[in-house]
């Protein structure tokens, strides 16, 4: 079973720092794009982050200068740090990962994990 796997959700206060991880288990012939998306109560899911196989990696505004997406290929794991959290960053954070397993190559998500940003 192919899975996505995130933690390192919680409650921070602003200002404040979090890391996100996103573990992905199973028969996995190659990990090419990790994203990092977040939804908002009331609000549609947004993309933050993305980081390609190639390296490349992309930010949106609402994080950029102030969060770091990276990937460590031998732990098969990606991550999203965030900085100087704000109110505003309080979400449900995904990770979706494009995948080439067994079934061919396709995305996977994480199952979401929370970030509260609240004094």
């Known amino acids: 079973q192919v899975q996505l796997v995130q933690s390192g959700g919680g409650l921070v206060q602003p200002g404040g720092s979090l890391r996100l991880s996103c573990v992905a288990s199973g028969t996995i012939f190659s990990i090419n794009s990790m994203g990092w998306y977040r939804q908002a109560p009331g609000k549609q899911r947004e993309l933050v982050a993305k980081?390609?196989?190639?390296?490349?990696?992309m930010y949106e505004d609402p994080g950029k200068g102030r969060f770091t997406v990276s990937r460590d290929n031998a732990k098969r794991t990606g991550y999203l740090e965030m900085n100087l959290l704000k109110p505003e960053d309080t979400a449900d954070y995904y990770c979706?990962?494009?995948?080439?397993?067994?079934?061919?190559?396709?995305?996977?998500w994480g199952q979401g994990t929370q970030v509260t940003v609240s004094s």
């Open positions: 979706k990962a494009d995948l080439s397993t067994t079934t061919g190559r396709r995305d996977y």
């Open positions: 980081v390609y196989s190639n390296g490349l990696t």
